[in-house]
């Protein structure tokens, strides 16, 4: 499990210094490395975890509604405090597409959640199933998010979304190879098992953990549960 992330970081890890994105970010030898959170919080965990050991920092960001996970559970709030805790960044996946109207609203209502949650600051957001609208707005109403131009044009970005390296594998660009400066998205459920594993085997294996959690569950808040 993650041996296929933790090889890739080692790689990744002899050439370069991990940043947040609000630091000053060189033309050479920095990575931004950012998880969106999609389908489930266990997976950022163990992601979080390993990175740890390899003292790497990563910012992690989560959906406040979403029909995968309840970020505001006991549980959810235990483990990403413990991303926190790890030395990561943590803050909001924000999708715009559930809001009809009232988007700037919503927005800092969003953001005064979790930082009130968290007890953290929302320096920088990401988008979830961005609009090309708020992708090519210098800042998202005052805060700084990941498809700004100086994450995304100024260093070269690299995304493994749909269970693939759209935009070319990092470890194989020319970026790579003279020592460039890039943003790589990461989401956890392609890396909790082997990378090269088809995306449908990925999905059961996500079905299996979420029957097997709410199992669980179950047996804890009902008497009357078995199966």
């Keep these: 499990m993650l041996n296929d992330y933790s ?3 080692t790689k990744l890890k002899k050439k370069y210094k991990f940043k947040f994105f609000n630091e000053k970010i060189s033309k050479y030898n920095n990575i931004i ?3 969106d959170v999609d389908y489930h919080i266990d997976y950022a965990l ?13 910012t992690y960001f989560f959906l406040l509604r979403s029909d995968f996970y309840n970020l505001i559970s006991h549980d959810s ?5 413990i991303i926190k805790k790890l030395g990561h960044e943590i803050s909001i ?4 597409k559930i809001y009809n109207r009232k988007i700037k609203e919503n927005f800092f209502k969003e953001k005064s959640y979790f930082e009130n949650i968290f007890n953290t600051k929302v320096k920088v957001i990401s988008f979830h199933r961005p609009q090309k609208k708020h992708l090519n707005a210098p800042n998202f109403f005052g805060t700084s998010h990941a498809y700004q131009k100086k994450y995304m044009l100024d260093i070269k970005y690299f995304s493994d979304s749909k269970n693939n390296f759209l935009y070319g594998n990092p470890l194989s660009s020319t970026e790579f190879e003279r020592n460039k400066s890039m943003q790589i998205l990461i989401h956890p459920i392609w890396w909790v098992s082997n990378f090269k594993k088809k995306s449908k085997g990925k999905f059961l294996d996500l079905l299996k953990h979420k029957r097997e959690s709410l199992i669980k569950n179950l047996e804890l808040n009902s008497e009357i549960f078995f199966i």
Excluded: P, Y
């Design 77 to 81: 709030v235990r483990k990403i405090r």
């Design 46 to 58: 163990s992601i979080a975890q390993l990175e740890r050991n390899l003292k790497i920092k990563s």
């Design 33 to 35: 490395l950012r998880h």
């Design 93 to 96: 996946h924000f999708d715009t």
């Design 7 to 9: 090889i890739f970081l």
